[in-house]
């Protein structure tokens, strides 16, 4: 290629009209709104799990920015909407990283959209939160997992019901990651506790006929129903259960029910009774959480949603994020995960929450509550329970490059007996 | 033998089930042919109108049995005048056109009643106890409702100057124009009642399955096999693919679960549709409506 004075004056010009573009990239991280990305559901069938979220992600970031924001810089939070497409996480993750340059994204609800995204945000080395209780397993040095995880919530659950109601358990559930791998955490705990997890059974997200399962529990023999059931549509279980008559002889006991505010879609009559582990519910009696749901009641007014783990965590969330940017002093991914790495804590409306280094889970409480006329009633508080199912299998503070997904085939494959 | 007999109800129940969410299509497809992608949210504007009507304290009944055919039959006449009579014989036309009404009815809904609403409405008629079995009382209603239904469109259709002059206008619209039936009004009639009968199906669900603005999408799909399977006779034909897909869904729902339940629905659907393309009635009791 020869350079005549042509060619010459237009790679000139061209690098030269460019460079502004090229500074004002590498440049982005540090100067200019920090930029928090969440992308979350708000329509389709999962609509009613991510609306909460989303509504209590903006919560924390107008206090934030009301409050000065961070190191001197506003926050500016952008929502997507994937709208319960797996198809349009893969798309907006790359647009949050790639397209956004985001400081940092807390997405995904289901587990199936998690494990869509977080390679992307690993790859493009954009920090990224998921603050949903899950099946646990997830060992990845990018991602935090502040959610409950199945011993943290499902140990407590099953112990419980199983001796006030007896040994024999059928289990329901979702059919898909979280639902196959809590159904098999459930299984380990009932025969941990001397039980019989008598039938285990998987429902695809849009099945709204459950009469053959319902016949299929009373013909069983079995003490109790535990439910992993996700999304609007398997709410009709407990509508169809509670109109045969089956809630007062075989009670219910769920990993789900409620984080999608079901008690509040459900009457009273289908849904009393029924016995859930969380770490967070609306009804806990402390100064903090109730001055949280006060806060959140006068900003949405009279169509707040109820709260509940998620909608918390996703607050809860964004406050440990930010609390750990304030230690680093930067939004820069690295510093920011070392403060988080640190054993960094907030004492949030759930109380106080602490990120777990080997793990990049939570420390958490943990509540075991009771459903009474469409509130749960708080029957035990477990103070600070760590996220041992994940710490059985991953160890980032021995090899901290490390990214995937431990319980991807189940719990026999990743060395766990059940 | 408690359980087998509950279990039969079960699996009755499954296929009147199956013969309500899809007798309001077979009437605006498997009989005006026209494809309507919108079928689901009819059905789902049927379990809006219960919802609102019992929180403003109207009568369940009432509101189930009465308002919402109503309601989405006004629905489906306004929709036939602005949109559907300007369509007719154009297949591909409809279904885009449906389709995008589809989402348009979702949107609307989601507008005003948020993408999840709270249905607080419990299936009434209590329990009825089997030997050791219980069933919801309420699904037994539904078994009879359809009964009641399906006997009713046969009458209308073979009984009444009506029924006669709507086959005569479905299966020749010319020469019925020629001999002095105005066929835009007969089809403007059969149409609304498709989507009325829609509307009571939608209605009658609200207590047993809760209703979300997109809840349509979880019966379109099962309502097409359904009719398609049914062939060109729409009575025989809903009943007889309803009896076939609706009893293999619930014999296999019970012995594997609900996957393979739904598995053996399409398997089914498929194998039928190889050795009958024409559906059911294309084959058998070609004589029946």
Request: with cysteine; glycine share 10%.
């Amino acid at each position: 290629m020869t350079i005549n004075r042509r060619r010459f004056l237009k790679t000139t010009a061209g690098t030269i009209l460019a460079a502004p573009a090229l500074m004002n990239g590498a440049l982005a991280s540090n100067h200019g709104p920090i930029k928090f990305v969440s992308i979350l559901d708000q329509s389709g069938g999962l609509d009613i799990y991510g609306k909460p979220m989303v509504d209590a992600t903006k919560m924390a970031i107008d206090e934030m920015n009301e409050a000065g924001g961070l190191l001197g810089r506003k926050i500016d939070l952008k929502v997507y909407d994937p709208q319960s497409s797996i198809q349009f996480y893969t798309q907006f993750a790359t647009q949050a990283t790639a397209g956004d340059r985001a400081d940092v994204v807390h997405a995904g609800i289901t587990s199936a959209s998690r494990e869509a995204i977080r390679p992307t945000f690993s790859r493009y080395n954009t920090l990224y939160f998921y603050n949903v209780l899950y099946e646990g397993g997830v060992c990845d040095i990018n991602n935090f997992c502040t959610g409950s995880t199945p011993a943290q919530t499902v140990e407590k659950l099953v112990p419980y019901t199983m001796n006030k109601w007896g040994k024999k358990v059928y289990i329901v559930a979702a059919d898909y990651n979280y639902g196959q791998i809590t159904a098999q955490w459930v299984q380990k705990y009932v025969r941990d506790n001397g039980g019989d997890p008598v039938e285990t059974e998987f429902f695809p997200l849009d099945v709204t006929n459950f009469g053959p399962t319902i016949k299929k529990i009373q013909s069983s023999g079995a003490d109790m129903v535990m439910s992993a059931l996700v999304g609007g549509a398997h709410i009709s279980f407990y509508r169809q259960y509670a109109a045969a008559g089956m809630n007062k002889s075989v009670p219910v006991a769920s990993t789900t029910f409620g984080v999608g505010n079901e008690h509040k879609l459900i009457s009273a009559e289908e849904g009393d009774g029924m016995i859930c582990a969380y770490s967070y519910f609306e009804e806990i009696d402390s100064p903090a959480n109730k001055d949280f749901v006060a806060r959140f009641k006068a900003r949405m007014g009279a169509d707040a949603p109820a709260l509940n783990e998620l909608a918390a965590r996703s607050y809860e969330g964004a406050y440990l994020w930010a609390e750990a940017v304030k230690a680093a002093g930067t939004t820069d991914r690295m510093p920011v995960i070392e403060a988080l790495r640190s054993g960094l804590g907030i004492d949030g409306p759930s109380g106080r929450v602490e990120i777990e280094p080997k793990t990049n889970h939570a420390l958490q409480n943990v509540y075991l509550a009771e459903l009474k006329d469409q509130s749960f009633n708080i029957i035990e508080t477990y103070e600070s329970q760590p996220p041992s199912d994940t710490l059985l299998v991953c160890d980032l503070v021995a090899d901290p490059n490390q990214s995937v997904f431990k319980f991807e085939n189940g719990l026999k494959a990743a060395g766990i007996d059940i | 033998m408690d359980l087998l007999f509950s279990l039969a109800l079960q699996i009755l129940y499954g296929i009147a089930n199956l013969a309500l969410i899809s007798l309001g299509l077979a009437i605006v497809f498997g009989m005006m042919r026209v494809i309507n992608l919108a079928h689901g949210e009819f059905l789902m504007l049927g379990g809006y109108t219960v919802v609102v009507a019992t929180n403003n304290g109207v009568n369940l009944w009432f509101a189930m049995l009465i308002l919402a055919p109503l309601v989405v039959g006004l629905i489906g006449l306004i929709v036939e005048r602005c949109l559907i009579q300007w369509l007719y014989g154009r297949m591909i036309d409809t279904l885009l056109a449906t389709w995008g009404l589809s989402l348009l009815f979702i949107g609307i809904i989601t507008s005003i009643f948020g993408a999840s609403t709270s249905t607080v409405i419990s299936p009434p008629l209590g329990t009825v106890t089997i030997g050791e079995y219980t069933s919801s009382g309420y699904e037994l209603f539904l078994i009879f409702v359809v009964i009641v239904l399906l006997a009713l469109v046969y009458l209308t259709l073979k009984f009444t100057s009506l029924g006669l002059v709507a086959r005569a206008t479905m299966q020749n619209s010319d020469m019925s124009a020629c001999l002095g039936i105005s066929t835009s009004k007969i089809y403007m009639v059969t149409f609304s009642l498709g989507a009325a009968v829609s509307g009571l199906a939608g209605g009658l669900l609200v207590p047993i399955t809760g209703v979300l603005p997109n809840i349509g999408v979880i019966y379109i799909a099962k309502a097409f096999i359904t009719v398609i399977s049914g062939g060109s006779a729409i009575l025989a034909g809903t009943t007889s693919a309803s009896v076939l897909l609706g009893g293999v869904n619930g014999i296999m729902s019970y012995i594997t679960g609900p996957t393979f339940g739904e598995v053996a629905l399409l398997f089914a659907a498929i194998i039928l549709l190889r050795l009958m393309p024409t559906g059911i009635t294309g084959r058998f009791f070609r004589k029946s409506q």
